[in-house]
């Protein structure tokens, strides 16, 4: 739950609820899927590619494959 991520501060709880029902409501209106380019601008989608890239090279080189 938020509270416990944001340890237990209403405020900031409150404020991020809030900016993600303004973010939904604003997608919905759009209906528009972000492009491809627009999803890797994000460092946080860019770092979990990293890491999963890693990840999978690490199998191969350890020889560790799963089908």
């Known amino acids: 739950s938020l509270m416990w991520?944001?340890?237990?501060?209403?405020?900031?709880v409150e404020f991020e609820l809030t900016r993600l029902?303004?973010?939904?409501k604003e997608n919905i209106e759009t209906k528009s899927s972000p492009s491809l380019?627009?999803?890797f601008k994000d460092r946080a989608v860019v770092?979990?590619?990293?890491?999963?890239?890693?990840l999978?090279?690490?199998?191969?080189?350890?020889?560790?494959?799963?089908?």
């Open 5 to 12: 991520l944001r340890k237990n501060d209403k405020a900031v």
């Open 47 to 54: 770092k979990g590619q990293i890491i999963g890239i890693i």
């Open 21 to 24: 029902q303004e973010f939904n």
């Open 37 to 39: 380019v627009e999803l």
């Open 56 to 67: 999978v090279m690490a199998q191969q080189l350890a020889g560790i494959n799963v089908v």
